[in-house]
């Protein structure tokens, strides 16, 4: 991409948050800005969202955004939850597509041309699942559980909805409120609005460097309740046109 390309509105908004991911994020924010720079032919931003980390990932972010301008970074005064990192992005983003990304260094970036791409008149949000997943035997099972239960509850089949390589029609996220979890149900909200979803297989990395935020029996006592939720909110959503008579 040429630098007139880069300095022009952004068509994509890459979002990323991230908390205490100072010894990863800078080969992540590097690596991402390459893969886009040779994988997208549309101007893009990544929006960086440091969600109150108590190490250096504000600064290490400040540091690669002003080597390379395609980011930039907002940090919050407190660790308020990747929900909320996520409505600050999405606040924030000024591209008509919106990707969600992981900065813990397991997703890859080359996927994030393979979802936007899939995005179009027929698939308004593209998500991606990890059919060959790099992490341990428990972590795997508990999210296959998590996913089954979720589908089962929400009559979905959504595949991996703990993977965080997604793209959106900027319009089905503008107008989310950001409860604590609300980026579980990303595709919910999108069928809810009477969008359509496509998935597709993306790659995944095993951790290299710093810690999980989440264990299985933390994430299921969070969920259990956000699930039924959801469900409620499902059978009383409403979605109607309009057309103007005079």
């Known amino acids: 991409m040429s630098d007139l390309e880069k300095n022009a509105l952004p068509h994509v908004s890459v979002v990323v948050p991230v908390f205490n991911e100072e ?8 690596e991402m800005t390459d893969a886009l720079d040779k994988g997208l032919d549309c101007p893009y931003e990544v929006l960086v969202v440091d969600d109150g980390s108590t190490d250096q990932t504000a600064r290490v972010a400040a540091a690669v955004a002003a080597r390379r301008p395609v980011v930039r970074v907002f940090s919050h005064s407190r660790n308020v939850g990747q929900s909320y ?14 990707v969600t990304f992981d900065g813990d260094g397991q997703n890859v970036p080359t996927d994030i041309p393979r979802v936007v791409a899939g995005l ?38 959504i595949r991996d909805t703990g993977c965080s390589v997604k793209a959106f ?9 950001p409860w604590n979890g609300m980026h579980r149900f990303f595709a919910s ?17 095993s951790r290299q460097s710093g810690v999980s935020k989440y264990t299985n029996w933390g994430r299921l006592k969070r969920t ?20 103007e008579l005079r």
């Open 224 to 243: 259990i309740r956000d699930l039924f939720g959801v469900k409620w909110l499902k059978s009383r959503m409403r979605v109607c046109g309009a057309v």
């Open 85 to 98: 990192a996520f409505h600050t992005g999405f606040r924030n983003a000024r591209g008509p597509v919106i």
């Open 23 to 30: 010894s990863c994020l800078q080969s992540v924010l590097e």
């Open 120 to 157: 179009g008149p027929g698939c308004d949000c593209c998500i991606g699942y990890r059919a060959r997943r790099r992490d341990t035997f428990w972590r795997q099972f508990g999210s296959r559980l998590a996913n089954g239960v979720r589908n089962a509850v929400l009559g979905e089949a």
């Open 169 to 177: 029609k900027a319009e089905f996220l503008r107008d989310l409120l």
């Open 189 to 205: 909200f999108v069928t809810m609005q009477e969008g359509r979803v496509s998935q597709i297989e993306v790659d995944h990395r």
